[in-house]
């Protein structure tokens, strides 16, 4: 009786994940043009950005293979989403750059750990951590307030 319950409980979990796939949320994988970058202070500085910032904070992002499997395609298109929302590196210049970004690494924030889970290559050692906050404090100003060309 509990074998049957588990089995029919399993059926049922695995049917609701194949109907899921259906939902077309997650699934454009489109990234649209880069009109303009901040003006980097060095090619170090844009690539620890290119590392740990770009899936989420450009037009740029690269989609694995994952990231077209519900519900997990929801959850990276929503952080895609909100990402280029907040702060979006290919699109400098078009307004609400307001912070700097390295403030959001000195709070802890960024890159979130569920990203650095699946991107390690984001896992900065404190070296490299080190010397990206002082780029984007020479990129965007140490105090904030955003700004680039």
């Given at each position: 009786m509990i074998r049957r319950?588990?089995?029919m409980a399993g059926l049922v979990v695995i049917i609701g994940l194949l109907a899921i796939q259906l939902v077309p949320y997650?699934?454009?994988?489109?990234?649209?043009?880069?009109?303009?970058?901040?003006?980097?202070?060095?090619?170090?500085t844009r690539a620890y950005a290119v590392t740990a910032c770009f899936d989420c904070h450009s037009?740029?992002?690269?989609w694995p293979w994952y990231t077209s499997i519900a519900p997990i395609s929801w959850l990276v298109q929503h952080d895609v989403?909100?990402?280029r929302?907040?702060?979006?590196?290919?699109?400098?210049?078009r307004g609400g750059e307001q912070e700097n970004?390295?403030?959001?690494?000195?709070e802890g924030g960024m890159p979130p750990f569920v990203?650095?889970?699946?991107?390690?290559?984001a896992s900065f050692s404190d070296a490299d951590r080190?010397?990206?906050?002082?780029?984007?404090?020479?990129t965007f100003g140490g105090g904030g307030g955003g700004g680039g060309d």
């Open positions: 319950a588990i089995g997650g699934r454009d994988h489109t990234n649209p043009p880069v009109l303009a970058e901040p003006k980097w202070d060095s090619p170090a037009n740029q992002s690269t989403d909100e990402g929302a907040s702060l979006n590196f290919s699109e400098w210049g970004p390295a403030e959001g690494m000195t990203y650095v889970l699946t991107h390690p290559s080190a010397a990206f906050l002082k780029g984007l404090n020479a």
